[in-house]
């Protein structure tokens, strides 16, 4: 098949860009034709993917998002696909991958956290205005043929919010590279070394850019009601981490150590024992897949997509109430056993292997041939 894929950019820190990069490589591995339509992307020395350069204004926000839109569309209307796949909101695709969710449910969740007046500005800001637009457009409008939800969650959030025939969204779970994730222990010493963490010291880890919708606030709020005197948080992501820290009790910060991300963040889940995302809004988290498959136990939120997959005390803690930072510490709390901890590690990594790259490619695939059927291709 000659495949078209949409995205804006690829950076190294972004779970959702690592996510879409392993997925094309197994395309082109398997032999199909990719086009990359990109604004940034890494450059691929595969002989089977291509890569576009699509123009954008990055004035502000708004004009950056409309510009790609509409350069994007015009890029890919004059040449012959088989399959436009969009993982941007756009005017022009056969299949759009709702990996950011639903914006829409978004904006709700993120309201409930803010103050009457910066939630009365959210409402009119320009650029939320354009992508609640094209959201509508994509959704209700017929022009796409099939919806890609990474979570039944993000299914129900757009069933929820728009007019769109539930036949055509389908649920593809994301996959996880399960040898490169995986609960071999070789770089558990010398990252904890690196760290200035003891062997015996519990090390709970945050993986995620973007710390206000992966909760940070009442993660780093949690630390006050832990109960154990020997552990450590480890945070890895981009954000404004100076005005975060000020959420941890002065007694305890220095018991939180803040990274920006690293390409080989598999190490830093090697020398972890649990692993938290209590996101606000979360499709699925796929950081929350890759500490699964290295054996961790996983605490995440109800607003998170990985709680469809996750079973309460058997493979991972589920936090009904992100905004809850005594909810949270208690799900930490409970992992401070190091029995329990076992038992469900090695439940993770089972629940883990149901959910392999080639799993969801096939998927994938079988979705891509839907549509050309249904085309008359």
């Known amino acids: 098949m000659k495949i078209a894929i949409i995205r804006q950019k690829f950076v190294l820190y972004g779970g959702a860009e690592q996510f879409v990069q392993g997925y094309i490589h197994q395309l082109a591995e398997a032999g199909h034709d990719i086009h990359i339509f990109a604004n940034q992307w890494t450059p691929s020395s595969h002989p089977n ?44 695709q056969d299949v759009y991958r709702a990996g950011d969710g639903c914006h829409k449910e978004w904006l709700e969740q993120r309201k409930r956290f803010l ?29 796409c043929k099939k919806f890609i939800a990474i979570s039944q969650m993000v299914k129900n959030d757009i069933l929820k919010h728009y007019r769109c025939p539930q036949e055509n969204i389908s649920v593809v779970y994301n996959g996880v590279n399960l040898k490169r994730f995986h609960p071999g222990n070789e770089n558990r010493q010398s990252i ?10 519990v090390l709970i880890l945050f993986v ?107 493979n991972g803690l589920i936090v009904e109430n992100p905004e809850s930072p005594k909810e949270i510490a208690d799900n930490i709390n409970t992992l401070f056993d190091p029995v329990l901890r076992q038992s469900m590690s090695q439940n993770a990594r089972t629940l883990a292997e149901q959910f392999s790259l080639e799993k969801n490619t096939r998927e994938m695939l079988k979705t891509y041939q839907e549509v050309i059927s249904s085309q008359g291709k």
């Open 49 to 92: 993917i291509h890569l576009h350069h699509v123009p954008s204004f990055k004035f502000n926000a708004f004009i950056r998002t409309l510009s790609f839109a509409w350069f994007s569309a015009r890029a890919v209307k004059n040449k012959s696909f088989d399959i436009i796949q969009s993982h941007e909101k756009t005017w022009k």
């Open 208 to 314: 995620g850019s973007g710390f206000e919708r992966k909760g940070l606030k009442h993660l780093l709020q949690a630390t006050q009601y832990l109960r154990s005197e020997d552990w450590r948080l480890v945070i890895m992501g981009k954000g404004k981490w100076n005005k975060y820290l000020q959420f941890a009790p002065k007694n305890l910060r220095s018991r939180i150590i803040h990274r920006e991300p690293v390409p080989e963040i598999e190490k830093y889940y090697s020398a972890a024992d649990l692993f938290a995302l209590p996101s606000i809004y979360e499709p699925f988290g796929n950081a929350n897949l890759e500490a699964l498959a290295t054996g961790l136990p996983v605490i995440t939120s109800r607003h998170c997509g990985a709680a469809d997959i996750i079973q309460h005390r058997l």
């Open 192 to 201: 904890r070394k690196e760290l200035g963490i003891t062997e015996s010291t």
């Open 115 to 143: 103050p009457a007046l910066k939630r009365f500005s959210l409402s009119f800001n320009p650029f939320h205005w354009l992508i609640l637009k094209l959201e509508k457009t994509m959704f209700e409008s017929g022009q």
